[in-house]
Each structure stands twice: as structure tokens, then as C-alpha cells.
């Protein structure tokens, strides 16, 4: 018998067939993956099966019986749960008390707390999922916070696990975890559904695959009888290569970059405490680091946003502290911030005026304080040709483009003027493979141009394959770094959790 099966399923949004006729039916104790590229239907599928969206036409069968779900609390009664890619946890509560949330213990008026956290422990050993029931979740590491969301899940007796790209926030060695906790589950007659883009952890940990694309089914196929390559070309109809082009030596001679014993707090915690690091022009070099480590708060602070910093942070000879953001762009800086939509776009914009923005004020762009719109669309049409950007026109909507094509956007715009140095924050996060190849082949093409890249991805493999030079942040400090030469997983691993073991390179 089957534990779930999508049958026909058709979900339709205006015009938009985001799911077109698919069937796949998924065998008890098993783990079976759902790949696709972006925009293929793989989360608008998933939500069908949770009870989230109801289905345009097709049926959704559980255990042999045709099911309607009206919301995910139907999903949960009939043995369905789900853990999102961005978890659904209360920091400030303990870890029993968001796993009872909703079903606590007690009495409507009492909440019995004791037998929370001893139901809570009981259930970490019937699963050997081991975590601090009295633990806050703002103290605990992201793997443990994920193993609360599968917790909350079993909580609720569920039998179907769908996990939404797991692994985008673990450390490599959290990912070992996870996969054997997953495994786990599957011997004691659990079926776990994964939602990723990562080809190779798909062929680890799986035992089947269906694969999506513009909202059709591909086909399904044995873990055992695919390879990576066969894959890709099932989700985007071609070879990809991963890693970025070929590299060429480079001088590596000017610093473009130096962050200082750089130190940041807020509301008396340290966020930053001493980073230091440099890029000189002809290298990428990365920082890694489990999500949540003091990254994104050294990005605010290197892109010009905060400015309530101690130490130094040097581009291209200039301290940038007094600078606003318009002045350390015509400074010879490139931005790639971390959310394209929320800081790299108006998504009510065009397409053309998103591909001037902060470069509308200049010539040949602005003329005695007008929009010189001939500029402006010759320039649009030009990079929209260069970048490949797969838009119905430079009047639409930035948010009518995927993802990809509105990074394409942003890359076109903050490298127009080939910039001496540029900040790539989490540049492939989202994209399908397509897209991220493309990324990575013009980071480093720019790197070969003598541009000076600093790249902050969750994405170890990303930072491996493209960089010269690898820091490791850990609790807002520099763990360690590594030369390519001498870059070793296990080392760079370690670090990321602040284990001992991990090395300067």
C-alpha cells in the first residue's frame, strides 16, 4: 500500500498551471525526493498534500482512501506533517513548550509543564532524537531546532514527514545527523518526502526521485539507477556544470578589502567580536558558516547600513564609516545583498528602471535633473541581452521575473562598471541549478577580470568550488581560514560549530 498519492493533480492560479496532471504515489518506509527547478511546482505540490492549497483538479489519497483536506490540521489527523524550510518556532518558549503548543497538557486553565517535558523526553527516546525539553529556542544551534520541528511532528502522531529543503542552514556534520535521523524514522515504518535542489544528498538518502518541471512531472526513478547527471537533465533539459569556468591565475596584488578587529552589539549581546579579513583584487574568498553566526550583521556593516561599528573597514583605500551607500558605490563597490527582493529590487519597478537604480543621478542616464529614458532603455535592453535576462519586456514588473532572472538583474546592475571590489551575500540562495551555474560562471569570470569578491554563503560546497581563500565565522568571531590548497571539509566543518580541531589554513 501506498502512504500518500497525488493523482492527477491540478492547481491552477489564473492562468498559471503550477502543478498540470501529476500523479506520484509514495511507498510506506520509504524516503522519496521531489526535485525540480524553480517555479516548477514542487512547494505549490507539497502544500496540496499538506492541506494548505486546495487542488484545482485531481485527488490526494492517503493509505488507499480518496482524502479532501481543508487545512493542515486535516493533514495532521490523517498522519501528515510537515517541516518548512523556515521553522515554525517560538524563540522565547522552551523546546517541550513549542512542541505541545496546541496540544498542551493539563487542564484549559492549568498548563502541567512537568508532564509536558516528561512527555517531551519520552518521546526523544522512543526516537532517539535527543534534545533539552527545558531549552529556550533562541539557545539552542539550528540542527537542534530543526530536530524540534520533526519532534513537534512525531508529537502529533504523524506517519508522512515532508521536510522543505532540509539542509540549507545545516553545518556538513548536521547533515550527517539529520540523514541518519531520517533513516531512522524509515526503519520504524515513518515515509519521509524531501523537497530539495541538492543532487547529491538526494542520491544519498533517497530511495526514489520525481522530478518537476514548469509544473509537469518529469518521471520517477530508482535512487540506484540515476545518476547526478541524468537528473539535471531531467529538471532543466540540459548538462550542467556547477563551480564556474575555467580560472585564470591572477595577480592578487591590491588590497580591495579590510575589515579590522571590526566589533558590533546590540542590546549588550556581542554580534561581532574582532573580525578581521581581507580580499585583494583576482580572488574570491568566502565566509562560512552555520545561518545565524554574525554573517548577515557583518554584511549590514560592510554594504554601509550600520554604522554603530567599532574597528575598520577599508575599501579601495577609503574608510568607509562617514561614507553614505551612494558614496561607497561610486567608490568602486558592487552589492549583491542577501534578499534580492527586499534590498536589491522595487518589485513595482521595471525592469529598466531596476537596472539604473543608484546610477539614475548620472550621466548618460540623467540630464539636467531629468530622466534621459533613451539611455536608460538602450542601456536595459543591452544588459537584458548580455545577462540573458528572460523578461516579456523592460516595462514589466520586477516581480513578474523568477528568481533567477531578478538576480540577473542585480548582478547586471552592480557590476556595470566593473567595480574594483564586490560583495556577494548568499548570491545563489533560492535559484534552481540553472540559475545558480550562471551565478557562479560570472563570479568567476569577474574574479579572472581582476575584481576583488567577497562571497557569504550558507552553501559549503559553493564556497569550496569557487574560492581562493575560506574564513569561518562561529558566534560572531573568525573561527579559522583555509587556502584552497589546503581546504579540508572536516577542518572547515568543525569550525563552523566552534569544535576544536579546526585549523588556520
Given amino acids: 500500500m501506498y502512504a500518500i498519492e497525488s493523482i492527477g493533480i491540478c492547481k491552477y492560479f489564473g492562468n498559471l498551471k503550477a502543478n498540470d496532471d501529476i500523479t506520484i504515489q509514495i511507498e510506506s518506509g520509504t524516503v522519496h525526493a521531489i526535485c525540480g527547478e524553480n517555479g516548477a511546482g514542487k512547494s505549490t505540490l507539497m502544500n496540496v498534500l499538506y492541506g494548505l492549497y486546495r487542488p484545482t483538479a485531481g485527488s490526494v489519497r492517503i493509505k488507499g482512501k480518496d482524502v479532501i483536506l481543508n487545512s493542515p490540521k486535516d493533514a495532521i489527523n490523517l498522519g ?3 517541516v518548512h524550510q523556515h521553522f515554525m518556532l517560538i524563540n522565547n ?26 512527555n517531551v523526553e519520552e518521546l526523544c527516546e522512543q526516537y532517539n532524537l535527543m534534545v533539552d525539553p527545558t531549552a529556550k529556542i533562541e539557545d539552542i544551534t539550528v540542527g537542534m531546532q530543526q530536530r524540534v520541528e520533526i519532534l513537534k511532528a512525531l508529537y502529533r502522531g504523524v506517519d508522512i514527514l515532508i521536510l522543505d529543503e532540509p539542509t540549507a542552514v545545516l553545518a556538513p556534520s548536521e547533515i550527517t545527523e539529520l540523514f541518519e535521523n531520517i533513516k531512522m524514522l ?18 544519498e538518502i533517497s530511495d526514489k526521485i520525481s522530478v518537476l518541471r514548469l509544473g509537469k512531472l518529469i518521471g520517477t526513478v530508482d535512487t540506484k539507477s540515476v545518476t547526478e547527471s541524468e537528473l539535471t537533465k531531467m529538471m532543466i533539459g540540459r548538462e550542467v556544470l556547477l563551480g564556474g569556468s575555467e580560472r585564470l591565475d591572477t595577480k592578487k596584488e591590491t588590497e580591495v578589502f579590510l575589515a579590522k578587529d571590526v566589533k558590533l552589539s546590540r542590546d549588550g549581546r556581542k554580534l561581532l567580536n574582532g573580525v578581521n579579513i581581507t580580499v585583494k583584487s583576482g580572488e574570491i574568498v568566502g565566509i562560512a558558516g552555520v545561518d545565524g553566526n554574525g554573517q548577515s550583521e557583518f554584511i549590514e556593516v560592510i554594504s554601509g547600513s550600520e554604522k554603530k561599528y567599532d574597528g575598520e573597514v577599508i575599501i579601495n583605500n577609503k574608510n568607509i564609516k562617514s561614507m553614505s551607500i551612494r558614496e561607497m558605490k561610486e567608490n568602486s563597490m558592487g552589492f549583491i545583498p542577501e534578499d534580492r527582493q527586499q534590498e536589491g529590487l522595487v518589485l513595482d519597478f521595471p525592469v529598466n528602471y531596476n537596472l539604473v537604480l ?20 538602450k542601456f536595459s535592453e543591452k544588459n537584458v541581452k548580455d545577462f540573458d535576462i528572460r523578461v516579456p519586456s523592460i516595462d514589466a514588473p520586477a516581480s513578474t521575473l523568477s528568481g533567477g532572472n531578478q ?3 542585480i548582478l547586471a546592475r552592480e557590476t556595470a562598471d566593473d567595480p574594483k571590489f564586490v560583495i556577494a551575500a548568499q548570491p545563489t540562495r533560492g535559484l534552481d541549478v540553472g540559475a545558480i ?11 579572472n577580470n581582476n575584481q576583488g569578491i567577497l562571497l557569504i554563503s550558507f552553501e559549503l560546497d559553493e564556497l569550496l568550488s569557487l574560492c581562493d581563500r575560506i574564513y569561518v565565522m562561529h558566534k560572531g568571531e573568525i573561527a579559522g581560514h583555509q587556502n584552497k590548497e589546503d581546504f579540508d571539509l572536516d577542518t572547515i566543518g568543525k569550525m563552523m560549530l566552534g569544535l576544536k580541531g579546526g585549523l588556520d589554513g
Fill in 437 to 447: 551555474e550562471y551565478v557562479h560562471n560570472f563570479l568567476v569570470e569577474s574574479r
Fill in 186 to 203: 524509515v526503519s520504524t515504518g515513518k515515509t519521509v518526502i524531501i523537497i530539495t535542489h541538492k543532487l547529491d544528498e538526494v542520491l
Fill in 407 to 409: 538576480q540577473k538583474v
Fill in 93 to 118: 518558549l522552551t523546546v517541550a513548550e513549542n512542541i505541545v503548543l496546541g496540544q498542551e497538557t493539563g487542564t484549559p486553565l492549568y498548563f502541567d509543564r512537568k508532564q509536558a517535558i516528561k
Fill in 358 to 377: 543608484g546610477k539614475h543621478y548620472l550621466p548618460p542616464f540623467a540630464k539636467s535633473h531629468f530622466l534621459n529614458f533613451e539611455e536608460i532603455n
Fill in 80 to 82: 501528515v506533517g510537515m
